[in-house]
């Protein structure tokens, strides 16, 4: 019963999280409240150290907060001149000074330099378990893997219970193809702290690197059922994912039946499923959170209306989404979710339902940009081509870099207020912000007339982004039906895009069959002779499944 009740308090993070899937960020008003906060601190320093630029230990001060900034180079230059000032003096600053230094170089990954620094500090202070600590994980990450035992051991024999050595010597094994012995260290942490999560993540790690995936899955699994780990389990189980989609799954299912009480394990796969658009699976899921009445809370209404839209299921969907804003009425990406399903529930033509939902929004937050920006593709839709401009206006005042609003101000000056000198300067900016899926560049580069560029754009997100969802493959999809057929040589063509997409679980039947709002969508794609009959091919991604 207890153990429950952990379980319970470890998903309840999860649960509050923003409702745009996982998405961990910080708001603007908390990085400028931090960023102020610092630099209150560096004004500080700097003023003392301008006072009296021999004021070593506030020197070191500093140093150690430019190593927490970032700042790593401006933080060597301070360490280096505290340790060249007190070259026969204060032993303990100097040592502290090295230590500092080897976590700089470490950061920068200047290993050489770490491991000098650690050699010096030792000369100090030979006995210093946490120079030791230091020296056997560079020793390990440079592939000296006998200097890296070495260390460790010494760690073991002054504390044979530290977990973290005992991880370290796991990775040195496995590096050397001793599978067993690398086993046997992660094995005998766990069996020492059974309810210490940090050593299920250790294990998993090793497992990882011996290809056992979904032991590794389910050790961090085990990590999330014991204990709170800062969400450290949650994040590397996500990540885990990405690449392991099916192992993941498989160990959270083997979960999910063994205790079917327990809705953590069905809320975290519905989330992962999400995560990879895989809607169907994540609403079986949120539906038996539901129907076991294992969860109240705002979000698993928001996710469970949200995959309904995905899956076109509109009713249902506004009827979960309704259920989510009572709950949480401050929420801005339930009311775009919601405006999407009343956008085209029962004939599909209900744009100013849909305007009024986002109206509601707009009442709480005035300037919130994911609703001015569904705002505005509603207002295209009803012509109000002026009014839809102020919105996007409005979102590229706060965000200026916004490579979305920029595409589609750029799209409205082009194609519905005749402006394309003023439409290329909005194309060529996001055309220079890189290959990053989400900056959107190739769509500006074939506005730009630069199609052989939006091609290779399209391949570099392709391999740089395919995940188990395929969304890379959507993007180019949507991008190649935009520039057109192209037959010659071996390229691709837009439909083997869409056929990759739906080959890795694609499962937004609205991005498939319904969405036509600029930049991002299938409409020319649609016109293809062999559409429809690619989608019956794949019924299978837009139905519930466990």
């Not at 379980?7 to 309840?12: G, L, P, R, S």
């Not at 893997?145 to 044979?160: G, H, T, V």
């Not at 912000?433 to 399209?458: K, P, T, Y």
Request: with cysteine.
């Amino acid at each position: 019963m207890k153990k429950l009740y952990i379980v319970k308090i470890a998903v309840f993070v999860l649960l509050a999280l923003s409702p745009t899937v996982l998405r961990a960020q910080m708001s603007d008003d908390d990085i400028r409240l931090r960023e102020r906060i610092n630099a209150a601190v560096m004004e500080v320093y700097d003023k003392a150290l301008d006072k009296d630029p021999n004021d070593y230990f506030t020197r070191f001060s500093r140093a150690n907060q430019l190593y927490l900034n970032g700042e790593y180079d401006r933080a060597i230059d301070d360490v280096k001149m505290v340790i060249a000032a007190n070259t026969n003096k204060e032993k303990e600053l100097r040592f502290d000074c090295y230590l500092l230094l080897a976590q700089l170089y470490d950061a920068k990954g200047s290993y050489q330099d770490e491991i000098n620094s650690l050699k010096a500090a030792a000369e100090i202070n030979p006995h210093s378990l946490a120079c030791t600590d230091l020296l056997a994980k560079v020793s390990y990450k440079v592939g000296d893997y006998n200097a890296a035992e070495r260390n460790f051991q010494i760690i073991l024999r002054d504390s044979p219970m530290n977990y973290d050595a005992l991880y370290g010597m796991a990775k040195v094994e496995v590096m050397r193809g001793n599978f067993e012995k690398a086993a046997n260290y992660v094995d005998r942490a766990v069996s020492l702290f059974t309810a210490e999560p940090q050593v299920y993540i250790n294990r998993s790690e090793v497992l990882n690197m011996m290809q056992q995936y979904e032991a590794a899955a389910q050790d961090l699994i085990s990590a999330l059922s014991v204990g709170n780990d800062s969400g450290k389990a949650l994040n590397a189980l996500f990540n885990m994912s990405d690449t392991q989609y099916d192992a993941v799954m498989n160990a959270l299912a083997s979960s999910c039946e063994k205790a079917p009480n327990v809705g953590m394990f069905f809320y975290v796969r519905a989330m992962i499923a999400m995560r990879h658009f895989h809607y169907g699976q994540a609403l079986r899921d949120l539906k038996a959170i539901i129907a076991g009445n294992l969860y109240d809370y705002h979000s698993i209404y928001y996710y469970t209306g949200k995959c309904q839209m995905e899956l076109c299921q509109w009713d249902d969907a506004i009827a979960n989404l309704n259920k989510a804003i009572e709950m949480s009425s401050t929420e801005m990406d339930y009311y775009v979710a919601k405006a999407v399903a009343v956008r085209h529930s029962g004939r599909g033509n209900n744009i100013d339902e849909a305007l009024e939902v986002l109206g509601q929004a707009l009442a709480i937050e005035a300037t919130a940009p994911s609703v001015l920006m569904a705002k505005a593709r509603l207002l295209l839709d009803k012509r109000q081509d002026t009014q839809a401009l102020e919105c996007v206006s409005t979102v590229l005042t706060n965000y200026s870099n916004d490579a979305e609003a920029l595409l589609l101000r750029g799209w409205i000056n082009k194609y519905r207020l005749n402006l394309p000198d003023i439409a290329k300067t909005d194309f060529a900016r996001v055309a220079e912000m890189g290959s990053d899926l989400h900056n959107l560049a190739g769509f500006a580069m074939h506005e730009l007339g630069r199609d052989d560029q939006a091609r290779q754009w399209a391949e570099q997100v392709i391999h740089d982004g395919v995940l188990p969802g395929g969304e890379s493959y959507i993007y180019a999809s949507a991008l190649l039906s935009c520039i057109g057929n192209y037959d010659k040589g071996d390229k691709t063509h837009a439909l083997d895009y869409l056929r990759s997409a739906l080959a890795n679980g694609y499962g937004s039947l609205y991005e498939i069959k319904v969405n036509e709002n600029p930049y991002v969508n299938l409409k020319l794609a649609r016109r293809y002779p062999d559409f429809e009959t690619i989608i019956s091919q794949n019924q299978d991604n837009f139905q519930e499944r466990p």
